[in-house]
């Protein structure tokens, strides 16, 4: 009994070296009792009086007073010491210096737990005061509650502080995940990835992280693409730019389908071309990355990567690269801001596939009417336009059968509402829809058919086929490029008169006054190139002998009749010029006349 009284004087000592009162008091939360008794043995009782100090900072931060805490575990530090100093100070030393930064990490861990961030950033600097060791550890720390305040400055700042690598790196992919969750997208931008001090530079760091987020998020949930674009921006970078936004473009056809994904690739393709644009001309291009279509879809079919389905080893090919210049992006986004396009003027044959090619896109443009487009696609492409004057001439003879309808109603507004969509000379009149759609045709041909005949022979097979007579303005247009190939379409469609009627016609120009009706540059003379002279005698000898076996009808023999005396008119024309040009040869001294040999049929 004797023994358990002196036990109990003891422990209400205040002189005692322990404070297992305090201890006591704290452990079963009488923190009033406790605050009272530390302040009554305040100045009187020395001993534990930093222990008591600290205990009493424990229950301030239990009561969430934190800022009271902070001050009284400060006091405590540097009172612990005071109390009971080293007895050797070299020996002791550094083992003071540890238990001091034990002391302040099991503060800052107690501070931590109930998440007062500021009071562990303030603890932190207090430690690095008197201490070289754990610097790195301070300063991650410093970092993660200054993220946690979002105190991006300073956080930003721990990180060109600290010199651990690792820990640098963990901490540079925690700042940029925290902006980009919290949408600081404009101030992860903003700053400059490079200490002045080391020269490191970190924003290859920056590009990789942004990268690997954009390449593993969804699209339909974040697009990180955007953020990489404008990162390369502000660093000047705009090749990088114009790579990054290309592969979302990849990414976008593959994943999304439909109006809004089409809108996001236009603007993507735009982005790009204007990064592009910025670069020097040797060096505006982007390469995609390849990525390994094969393991996907093996994986989908849960087969083997390395093997085929008759158990043999796999040859794999390994992938090029693709290399796409500006050009080859400008096509691309012309695709995909035609089938806007399309969509916007209700095309009802869209599909929702992403993947269409510029034939196809070319078919549908024909299919809305949309024939300026199309001729642009097929200009961009080096395609040829056949199936463009195909459907216009379609439309053209569809509009002149029904032009005999009075009354317009709402279908029939719908019909000619693909005119609006394609431009004329603003110095063409027309008189109806109708004509409107020939002029049209008309300005096409003018203006696309250069050197060959290839487009007349389309319209004009197109009308024969459909048993309507060519236009007069048709007929002269194709005359003055290919009379001879206009006589043979009219004998594939077994048309005799129209095909007497333009061999005879080119039969007399060549020796009248109307010979550049036929594009001839002058009527047939014994000094002109006769190089320039082209009849189509196989033509016209297949007219004769198909009009030899109706000579029996008037109507073929008139024709017939008609035919011959054109052909024997120029044979007489042409022999005579061809003596003059022997006689000039002769007075010239010349013993040959090529001029024979020249100005004969073709």
């Not at 290399?323 to 929702?352: F, P």
């Not at 002149?400 to 709402?410: A, G, Y």
Request: net charge negative; charged share 25%.
């Amino acid at each position: 009994m004797k023994s358990i009284c002196f036990d109990i004087h003891l422990t209400r000592w205040p002189e005692t070296a322990d404070a297992l009162l305090s201890e006591y008091l704290l452990v079963n939360n009488e923190f009033i009792s406790l605050q009272t008794y530390v302040k009554f043995l305040d100045g009187y009782s020395k001993p534990s009086s930093s222990a008591r100090t600290f205990l009493l900072g424990q229950s301030y931060l239990l009561e969430k007073e934190e800022l009271k805490a902070y001050s009284l575990f400060m006091s405590s530090l540097y009172g612990m010491f005071e109390e009971n100093p080293p007895v050797n100070e070299e020996i002791d030393e550094e083992s003071v210096g540890s238990q001091q930064l034990d002391f302040c990490f099991k503060v800052m861990n107690m501070f931590e737990e109930l998440s007062y961030s500021e009071q562990v950033i303030q603890m932190a600097h207090q430690t690095m005061k008197f201490t070289d060791k754990e610097k790195d550890t301070l300063w991650t720390k410093v970092f993660k509650h200054s993220v946690a305040l979002e105190h991006y400055d300073e956080a930003f700042g721990a990180i060109l502080t600290n010199t651990d690598q690792d820990r640098k790196m963990n901490c540079l992919h925690q700042f940029v995940n925290a902006l980009c969750d919290k949408g600081q997208l404009t101030t992860l931008v903003s700053y400059p990835y490079k200490d002045a001090i080391t020269q490191q530079d970190l924003r290859p760091s920056v590009i990789s992280i942004l990268l690997s987020k954009a390449r593993s998020v969804d699209l339909t949930v974040r697009n990180y693409y955007d953020l990489l674009f404008a990162f390369h921006t502000v660093n000047n970078d705009f090749l990088s730019a114009a790579n990054v936004m290309y592969e979302c473009c990849e990414r976008l056809s593959c994943e999304l389908t439909g109006l809004n994904a089409q809108q996001k690739k236009a603007k993507c393709y735009l982005a790009c071309i204007n990064a592009l644009e910025c670069v020097p001309k040797q060096s505006a291009w982007v390469s995609p990355p390849i990525y390994d279509s094969e393991t996907k879809m093996n994986a989908v079919r849960r087969m083997s990567p390395k093997r085929n389905t008759n158990g043999r080893n796999k040859v794999r090919a390994s992938a090029k690269p693709r290399i796409l210049l500006l050009s080859d992006v400008k096509k691309e986004y012309m695709l995909v801001n035609m089938s806007l396009r399309l969509a916007n003027n209700g095309c009802k044959q869209l599909t929702e596939s992403s993947l269409l090619g510029a034939e196809d896109i070319v078919g549908l443009l024909c299919n809305t009417g949309m024939y300026d487009e199309a001729i642009e696609v097929c200009t961009m492409y080096n395609l040829g336009l056949a199936q463009i004057f195909q459907s216009l001439t379609f439309r053209c003879l569809r509009m002149s059968r029904e032009l005999n309808i009075n009354v317009p109603t709402t279908e029939d507004e719908e019909k000619v509402k693909w005119l609006s969509y394609n431009r004329l000379p603003t110095e063409t009149s027309y008189t109806s829809s109708c004509d409107q759609a020939w002029k049209i045709l008309r300005h096409y041909l003018e203006r696309h058919e250069t050197v060959s005949s290839t487009y007349h022979k389309i319209v004009a097979n197109k009308l024969l086929s459909n048993s309507t007579s060519l236009p007069v303005w048709l007929v002269a247009s194709y005359k003055l490029r290919n009379a001879g190939e206009l006589i043979r379409v009219y004998i594939q469609h077994d048309l005799i008169e129209e095909a007497v009627d333009v061999s005879t016609d080119l039969l007399d120009s060549l020796t009248s006054a109307t010979f550049d009706r036929f594009g001839f540059e002058n009527a047939l003379t014994a000094t002109m190139d006769a190089s320039a002279v082209c009849v189509p005698y196989t033509s016209i000898d297949i007219l004769l002998n198909i009009l030899e076996e109706y000579l029996q009808d008037q109507y073929y023999l008139q024709l017939y009749t008609k035919l011959k005396t054109a052909v024997d008119r120029y044979m007489i024309d042409l022999e005579e010029k061809s003596g003059d040009a022997e006689r000039r040869l002769r007075s010239a001294g010349k013993s040959d006349n090529p001029m024979m040999n020249k100005m004969a049929w073709t």
